[in-house]
């Protein structure tokens, strides 16, 4: 039912690796849908959105405005759910706000002796996309955790495209964009709409920089339109890793290894435990609970393929292997987590104490959950405020500091070869 191995096993580096490969199910035959996609719509504009959105998604939009959602309509939709619903988007939505709000950069500068001022200015993007999976799947999680964060680094306008196939959107959706101050939606969807985001149409404005989760065609346009926008990243399965020394509730463990199982057969799910005996516990713990799981095949699929129970040596051979294996998110299940998580170098997030599920982060503990995956945790980092921010660097030369400074300017310059650079800092300082 699921892999079970110790970091002792002669061949255990090798069995590691292979639980760890995973290949994007792109190809060439989707790089070339995608390229043709792309290029119809720079060319074409609005007429090949429509004609690509009426095709895949069974609808008889006659133009553009037809499939632009009102911020009465978003309104609507909230005041339309029940209570716990209001309530629960509501909590989480400012949760993530108050938390995005500690991430807010401000500009600086700070002046040399001769009055020469240097600094950094901090400006946030003009336009930001967000793309949504849409039709009967409901990700209002993903509305707020990429629409707040551009909100509150101060983009003027967010623009959310969601596929309504044959006509279906979910309203959770529509009430989360709502919360989060989307200005506009747009019921499009796929290759055509990350397309339409890059390079812009008649109706829809060209977007700064493009966010969201979406299947392998979304991906694989994010990845051809980056360079002509930025993107935030592109995605692999969803993974947790769980570093327990044995003395957590085993249904606990269970059930988190479970709760990024059930997204998709690629999902991954790992337990480090240095407790033989534990490790078992566990495994009767999922045996027991999975029959009772609305995903079981999915789950069951995911813990088959790319799960893993792995006994350690001790708490500080795990650590040592959640580093090499740089998780999304990372459970440090211990009595005193504050202990080791110093020694954790490479996780997207990393959640402390036997109380501190990862399900919490992925919906209202307020931290972001587009996290790194796919080992990049090694180089990057959570989606945040600085995702929807440039930076500029700030250069005020004094007369005096124009001078000293023009002098070495030309020394490096002349040693380049660039004579135009040494001159044209030389003739602020008289020796040219």
């Known amino acids: 039912m699921i892999n079970k191995f110790s970091t002792q096993d002669q061949d255990f580096e090798s069995q590691l690796d292979a639980l760890l490969a995973w290949e994007s199910a792109s190809n060439e035959e ?26 895949y998604d069974s609808l008889k939009a006659h133009s553009i405005s037809d499939l632009m959602i009102s911020q009465k309509r978003l309104k609507k939709s909230f005041e339309n759910l029940d209570n716990d619903q209001k309530n629960a988007l509501t909590i989480a939505a400012e949760r993530i706000r108050t938390y995005h709000l500690k991430q807010v950069q401000e500009s600086w500068t700070y002046k040399e002796e001769d009055g020469t001022v240097l600094g950094q200015k901090i400006t946030p993007l003009d336009r930001a996309g967000l793309y949504v999976p849409g039709g009967k799947a409901a990700y209002p999680s993903s509305v707020l955790m990429n629409s707040i964060p551009a909100k509150v680094a101060g983009v003027k306008e967010l623009i959310m495209v969601v596929p309504a196939p044959n006509g279906v ?5 529509l009430a989360a964009a709502y919360v989060a101050n989307v200005d506009l939606v747009i019921t499009i969807g796929g290759a055509q709409a990350i397309a339409a985001l890059a390079y812009g149409t008649e109706s829809i404005p060209k977007v700064d920089k493009i966010v969201g989760p979406g299947n392998i065609y979304v991906a694989t346009a994010k990845r051809q339109v980056f360079g002509q926008v930025g993107i935030d990243m592109i995605a692999g399965p969803s993974e ?69 129970l792995i006994l350690t040596q001790d708490i500080d051979d795990a650590v ?31 959640f402390m104490g036997r109380y501190s599920s990862e399900a919490l982060g992925d919906y209202c503990a307020g931290t972001n959950h587009v996290l ?47 004579q135009a650079h040494a001159r044209s800092a030389l003739y602020r300082t008289d020796l040219d």
Not at 169 to 173: R, S
Not at 284 to 297: F, N
Request: net charge negative; with cysteine; hydrophobic share 35%.
């Open 169 to 173: 959107i979910n309203e959770l959706v």
């Open 30 to 55: 989707i790089n070339c849908s995608v390229e043709k996609i792309i290029n119809t719509v720079k060319q074409n504009g609005d007429a090949s959105v429509l004609d690509y959105t009426n095709q």
């Open 240 to 308: 947790i890793l769980i570093i327990c020394d044995g003395k957590t509730n085993p249904d606990w463990i269970a059930m988190d290894l479970f709760s990024q199982a059930e997204h998709d057969e690629d999902a991954q799910a790992i337990l480090l435990c240095p407790d033989k005996d534990f490790i078992k516990e566990v495994e009767r713990s999922i045996s027991k609970l999975l029959p009772t799981m609305d995903r079981e095949d999915i789950i069951k699929t995911s813990l088959k393929n790319r799960g893993a």
């Open 372 to 418: 790194p995956t796919s080992s990049t945790a090694r180089f990057s980092s959570p989606l945040g405020v600085y995702d929807f921010t440039k930076r500029s660097s700030i250069v005020m030369a004094s007369k005096e500091g124009a001078k000293k400074l023009g002098e070495t300017a030309s020394v490096l310059a002349y040693g380049e070869g660039l």
């Open 320 to 350: 040592e292997i959640s580093n090499r294996i740089a998780p999304e998110h990372l459970e440090l299940s211990v009595d005193d987590p504050e202990s080791i998580v110093d020694g954790i170098k490479h996780a997207g997030a990393i």
